[in-house]
């Protein structure tokens, strides 16, 4: 996917790829704003050849976590950042970043995949560092 959120290419200079990719972005619910010269305003639905537009970055979301689908001993979740792969484990003790060059949690505990059951994980947008949860207790 293509990059939207510091165009700076008038919208009639823009690629196929590029056009579509704002596009695109307003159909994941993301806004497009565009350029006045002097500052940046919502866009209209029909961009105008001169203009220039960019996406505005969606917010970052935390992984959704189906707890009550865990064992009682995943009091931890946290998503690997290695090689974009976000792989999703459990843990019974909390984890701390093993490797920031390779994206990887470790923990003195037990420590499971769980993102490969369908159902239990929904991949947000955050960061694999920010992706760290602990179980919610009533």
Known sequence: MIDMTNNRVPYGLLTDEEKAALHEHEKAGGKVEYWTGAMWYEAQPHPTFGCVYR????????????????????????????????????????????????????????????DDFPGIVQIGTCDWKDSKQRRPRG
């Open 55 to 114: 996406a505005v970055p969606l917010p970052k979301t935390q992984d959704v976590i189906a707890w009550d689908r865990l064992p009682e001993w995943v009091e931890w979740v946290a998503r690997d950042g290695y090689e974009e792969d976000n792989r999703v484990y459990g843990y019974s003790s909390n984890p701390y970043p093993y490797s920031d060059q390779h994206g990887l949690w470790m923990s003195q505990g037990e420590r499971r995949r769980i």
